[in-house]
């Protein structure tokens, strides 16, 4: 059962909710919602849940849960987890859960995010929740801890509630899982920053999916967060990122002691610093990105600066040339960065390499 999972930041993926809406410009080339609305369009958790958009499908808002008896809601108690995890033979496995939707959209139902979260406290593994809508997520666990209805929650397998051990107490439910938010450029970082800094005051583990990276971000104010994700878009429409945006994110890591994983470039990799005069400009699967995320065309670059505008900038440009995900890689400066968030406290560790990762659909 399951199948590879090329995220490279977590063991396996377990989705059991569906649906969402279009939150900020890093999910214009959502993957989930052009799975949802294309290969994935008949299946009971993705139907219903995109309209066509232009040709696209565009995720409506429509929420979907799994079905109370569907044996998925107990995968995560059933599995033993990776040989192998990232964190460690021997360690709990990571699990990226919803990858396919947004947990935290407004509409979903506390009860389905309560029924999520069970089936990943009473199990030996971590669950790494991403959300662009922090303040839902934060409003959630401060209801929860408040309400302490977690105590009720029944248990995957065995149904029975109460006091159960396993979920005894706060903090066993913030000690399996991550949280963290998505932010593309410094406006949704400044907007997203105190929700997340509420969660981590409140004893979670914390981290960041700078990606797609679509600006530069100033990381200040963000010393709080245990690891910090950044990457690249890829897909057909991928816009690209500056190498100076992954550098400068690694910087404040190395230098506040916060974990770094460089997940990939996607699909544009850097060619030449300036304006690469050796390519051939005429290819349109050549760009160059100045340092503040605007790309454009050596034309429309060239007129642009003939114009001034872009005068300051044009020493720190890069040329990036469109060469798909698997060709660009997750190399920065020539290695890889996969540091994971260590225990409370403690320094980052760094992934083991994880061979096998596998994603549990509902099907
Ligand atoms: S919040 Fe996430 S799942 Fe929802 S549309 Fe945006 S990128 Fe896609």
Redesign the pocket.
């Known amino acids: 059962m399951g199948a590879n999972t090329p995220i490279e930041w977590c063991d396996a993926t377990w989705s059991t909710v569906g649906g969402?809406?279009?939150?900020?410009p890093?999910?214009i080339h959502?993957?989930?919602?052009q799975l949802a609305g294309t290969r994935l369009r008949k299946h009971p958790l993705y139907a219903g849940t995109t309209d066509d958009g232009k040709g696209r499908p565009v995720?409506n808002g429509t929420m979907t849960v799994a079905a109370p008896e569907h044996p998925t809601w107990s995968w995560p108690v059933r599995w033993r987890g990776l040989k192998e995890p990232l964190l460690g033979p021997g360690q709990p496995s990571l699990i990226f859960v919803a990858d396919?939707?947004?947990l935290f959209?407004p509409d979903r139902p506390a009860e389905a995010i309560d029924r999520v979260l069970a089936s990943i406290v009473y199990s030996h593994h971590i669950g790494q929740l991403l959300?662009?809508?922090p303040a839902v997520m934060r409003a959630y666990f401060e209801e929860l801890r408040r309400s302490a209805r977690w105590l009720m929650w029944p248990h995957p397998i065995f149904g029975r509630s109460n006091f159960d051990p396993m979920v005894a107490t706060f903090d066993a439910i913030v000690s399996r899982l991550w949280l963290g938010t998505?932010v593309e450029r410094q406006a949704e970082a400044d907007r997203r920053r105190e929700d997340l800094r509420a969660l981590s005051e409140m004893g979670f583990t914390t981290f960041v999916s700078y990606e797609p990276a679509l600006g530069p971000v100033d990381w200040k104010g963000w010393e709080f967060v245990d690891q910090v994700i950044s990457g690249g878009e890829s897909g057909a429409r991928a816009r690209p990122s500056h190498p100076a945006w992954h550098r400068a994110t690694r910087e404040f890591c190395h230098t506040v002691g916060s974990a770094y994983f460089f997940k990939q470039w996607g699909a544009w990799a850097p060619a030449c610093d300036g304006l690469g005069w050796r390519l051939e400009w005429s290819d349109e699967s050549t760009t160059v990105i100045t340092p503040w995320g605007s790309a454009m065309t050596w034309q429309g670059f060239h007129n642009a600066r003939m114009g001034g505008d872009l005068a300051d900038g044009y020493e720190r440009s890069v040329t990036m040339r469109r060469v798909g995900k698997e060709t660009a890689g997750r190399l920065l400066d020539g290695r890889e960065h996969n540091d994971l968030p260590g225990e409370r406290g403690r320094p980052p560790r760094t992934a083991h390499v994880a061979t096998q990762r596998v994603t549990e659909p509902v099907a």
Request: include cysteine.
């Open positions: 969402c809406s279009i939150e900020s890093g999910c959502c993957y989930a919602q995720f396919m939707a947004d959209h959300t662009k809508r998505s």
